[in-house]
């Protein structure tokens, strides 16, 4: 009898063995012990398996029972997948494992598939080729000798596992027996994520307790085309990571680390557009969690039709910025400045309520900028109406406010050293005197003057940007689809005081 055994603390695994070893374990749950070819155990941390047959045709029969071919997509019957989470598996694999042409055969003549994304709303018309065959329902060549017996080293092709070699002029990777088996399964313990620019990502996760695992992945079946398409690779991983977070009876096993392989084009090979490009190592505390949490119910992706009536989903810009900065370790506005002069801000409403996550030391600064923008836009408007001798029209203001706003937006993008930057802001807050300057004169001087003087350029942008009037509704967000006739009345605050000086 051959038995082999497969351990998530095997020293010689690595991240995607352990994942494998995790989608092992899944296939094996769907499977009636009573006709199964082979026998198997699972516990916590193992998968063991036995067969009397030949490597062969127990590790043929295993990998028929795990994957199929249904209405041209490529299933796996232990995901119990809901129709689309069907097409964003198979697009999924097929735009990673299984990219390279050699991989796979598919249908010359394309198919339309209709997805709705929204209810009562225009469905998403997708274009698919439907797979007739794959690589893991062929025969398994160079994992056998002539007796059906597993070689001692199997090769496995470098397009098959993206991120397995950097290039093909290395030579093919060689994996033993058990290792080769897990990378067999390693697709059904992923996730996969279409980004713009039709690059995906792969989303590897750490698991820890098989168990736990097979019933968290069991609960992805409701998985639709919105989950699908994610705005960044940060993005991605923790998505993954919080749905994890937000599964209660997954507390004390939860996925805590994932790794992320952005795909696309490469130099070196411009016949494959699923090469690796990016490795992103995600993991998140609590509170990273919790922002995140926030930031994706804030930044949805939208539906939108076009003249001719064709619907596409519109992901947000702002989320992947947040993400990458959360990944990073940062705080999730950092880069703002950066972020801003290469954006137009479509989405200040989300902006505006991200701002609750500001820290107190933080909210100082803003506070002030915030404060002193107010009182600014109030000279502004009052000098116009003076001007005019008559009250301004709702268009008239609308364009007042994106005039004076470009106007400080200059004054605080210019400076690109701290001490212009200092003087820049002090000279704004000195001229607009704030409510929220006041007697934090210290903490604004330790902001501008110390080593996170660009954090404190990111956050006198973001308060301009996020600002709001005290009308009825606030400034509405600024965007082409904007009504002006709406604008409320904008109301800045009075400040009588002296400012602080020292600054």
Aim: hydrophobic letters at 35%; aromatic letters at 12%; proline letters at 4%.
């Amino acid at each position: 009898m051959n038995q082999y055994s497969l351990s998530l603390f095997d020293p010689n695994t690595l991240l995607p063995h352990r994942a494998g070893i995790a989608g092992l374990a899944i296939a094996l749950s769907a499977i009636e012990p009573e006709d199964a070819l082979i026998h198997w155990e699972i516990s916590e941390d193992t998968v063991s398996l036995s067969w009397k047959c030949s490597d062969k045709e127990a590790l043929e029969w295993l990998v028929q029972q795990a994957y199929q071919i249904q209405d041209g997509f490529l299933v796996a019957s232990s995901l119990n997948l809901s129709p689309q989470g069907r097409y964003t598996f198979s697009q999924g694999v097929l735009k990673t494992f299984l990219q390279h042409s050699r991989q796979r055969t598919l249908d010359k003549t394309p198919t339309q598939i209709a997805i709705p994304v929204e209810e009562n709303q225009p469905e998403i018309q997708l274009q698919f080729w439907k797979l007739l065959d794959c690589y893991y329902l062929r025969e398994l060549k160079g994992a056998f000798n002539s007796k059906g017996k597993f070689n001692a080293e199997i090769p496995i092709k470098g397009h098959h596992l993206p991120g397995l070699v950097e290039c093909f002029v290395n030579g093919e990777y060689k994996e033993s027996p058990t290792g080769f088996m897990a990378l067999l399964f390693l697709p059904l313990a992923c996730s996969y994520y279409q980004l713009t620019d039709r690059r995906y990502a792969l989303v590897i996760p750490e698991i820890t307790n098989l168990l736990a695992w097979i019933h968290r992945r069991q609960q992805l079946s409701s998985r639709s085309y919105k989950d699908f398409r994610s705005p960044g690779a940060s993005e991605a991983g923790l998505r993954l990571l919080l749905e994890e977070w937000t599964t209660e009876d997954l507390k004390q096993h939860r996925v805590n680390y994932c790794e992320v392989y952005q795909l696309g084009k490469q130099p070196w090979d411009g016949n494959q557009s699923g090469l690796k490009q990016a490795v992103y190592c995600v993991q998140a505390s609590d509170t990273v969690l919790a922002i995140y949490q926030s930031a994706i119910a804030l930044f949805k992706p939208k539906l939108r039709v076009t003249d001719k009536g064709e619907s596409w989903l519109a992901l947000s810009k702002v989320l992947p910025w947040i993400a990458e900065n959360l990944v990073a370790g940062c705080a999730w506005y950092a880069g703002f400045y950066e972020f801003r002069t290469a954006n137009d801000i479509y989405e200040r409403k989300g902006l505006v309520s991200m701002t609750e996550h500001l820290q107190p030391h933080e909210r100082v600064l803003f506070d002030a900028v915030q404060g002193a923008f107010s009182n600014y836009l109030r000279g502004q408007f009052k000098f116009r109406k003076d001007k005019v001798q008559r009250e301004l029209t709702q268009k008239e203001r609308f364009d007042e406010f994106e005039s004076s706003t470009d106007k400080v937006v200059y004054l605080l993008q210019r400076p690109s050293t701290q001490q212009d930057f200092a003087t820049a802001l002090v000279k704004f807050l000195s001229r607009s005197r704030s409510k929220g300057a006041r007697g934090v004169g210290r903490e604004i001087y330790s902001w501008i003057h110390g080593s996170e003087w660009r954090k404190a350029r990111d956050l006198a942008m973001l308060a301009v940007a996020t600002y709001q009037g005290k009308g009825k509704d606030g400034v509405p967000e600024v965007t082409h689809t904007d009504e002006i006739a709406n604008l409320p009345e904008l109301e800045a605050e009075t400040e009588s005081e002296e400012y602080v000086e020292s600054l």
